[in-house]
């Protein structure tokens, strides 16, 4: 007998899981151990904190993505009973629709806004004039390459140079959802390149790539993960015909919003380029919440005392000071 799929099978069939794809959250295994939520659908890492034999979870790779987020307060009130676990810490996905009040119900330490996202509606988009003069020039001298699961591209992306933090990428160098993706191996990012759903822009000059953007679709969204390229990108104009190439490919699927992620930059100059770059794609910003919850408080104000991070606003404290 014939069935109806389901929204959820659909998306399945057409590899839009994004972050909440097993695939992904299985290339983190050597980083700790994974586990699936059962009830909101989230996956959590466990990993060593620095300097002790305790262990803290962090809840998605690097958003916190959840099929049900009603089932998430549940979910984490069981890591508990995970042995040595002393916090658990999340930063949300600005797409989700995931409320203040549930995120307080599962993080009754910490819920504060952390970053603005740039966040394009896709079925409007149209970047300001001079973003879109940029790109025709730069698009005059450089190709764009799109390729499905783009693993065969990983010598290409790990030639160039990843910036997260920086003025075109969603990255935040602080944060240890970003920094595990310099932790991981050569292996574990083939692994994710290779997932279904995941798409690779790539800016080509004459001599080879000189930028290169990673998206993960996910249901009708999908969020730009990483940014890569060089200085001769720069000067070619890549980023411009790159943030086109992605906008315009994801508008090209039928999706409905794309997370180009924040304005980062190494210094205010940097940062006020960066938000200038980032809104002249879209002027439309969502926020993203840090999210913490203290599971064993006395393990908890222990370890700040020994890092001198004691009511330090970073979550978790004791990895305050670059210690993630």
């Known amino acids: 007998m014939d069935q109806l799929l389901g929204i959820d099978d659909l998306f399945e069939a057409a590899g839009r899981y994004g972050y909440l794809h097993p695939g992904y959250a299985e290339a983190h295994v050597e980083l700790g151990a994974v586990r699936h939520l059962r009830r909101s659908g989230a996956w959590l890492l466990t990993r060593p904190i620095p300097g002790s034999t305790r262990l803290d979870a962090q809840v998605g790779m690097p958003l916190l993505v959840c099929r049900d987020p009603s089932g998430l307060a549940d979910d984490l009130a069981e890591t508990a009973a995970l042995a040595d676990v002393v916090s658990v810490t ?17 993080f009754p330490d910490v819920v504060r806004v952390e970053a603005q996202h740039f966040v394009v509606d896709l079925p409007s988009f149209w970047p300001a004039r001079d973003h879109r003069r940029a790109a025709r020039r730069a698009l005059q001298r450089l190709e764009i390459d799109i390729e499905e699961a783009p693993a065969s591209r990983l010598d290409d992306w790990t030639a160039l140079d990843p910036r997260p933090g920086g003025a075109f990428s969603p990255g935040d160098p602080n944060d240890p959802a970003d920094a595990a993706d310099h932790a ?13 759903g995941c798409v690779g822009i790539t800016a080509l000059a004459e001599d ?6 990673v998206v993960y679709l996910a249901g009708e969204d999908a969020h730009l993960h990483q940014v890569a390229g060089s200085a001769r990108g720069d000067e070619l104009g890549a980023p411009y015909a790159l943030f086109a190439a992605v906008v315009e490919d994801m508008a090209g699927r039928g999706l409905h919003r794309l997370d180009l992620g924040v304005a980062g930059g190494s210094d205010a100059a940097g940062a006020e380029d960066a938000a200038r770059f980032m809104s002249g794609w879209t002027e439309r910003t969502l926020p ?3 999210c913490g919850r203290v599971i064993d408080r006395v393990a908890y104000d222990e370890l ?3 890092a001198g991070s004691t009511g330090s606003p970073t979550f978790p404290a004791y990895r305050d000071g670059g210690s993630a």
């Not at 991981?184 to 279904?196: D, G, K, N, Q």
């Open 288 to 290: 993203s919440w840090r």
């Open 184 to 196: 991981l191996s050569r292996t574990a990012l083939e692994r994710r390149l290779a997932l279904p």
């Open 208 to 213: 080879g790539p000189v930028a290169m953007a």
């Open 304 to 306: 700040s005392t020994q």
């Open 90 to 106: 999340a930063r949300s996905d600005p797409l989700a629709p995931i409320g203040e009040t549930t995120l307080r119900d599962a």
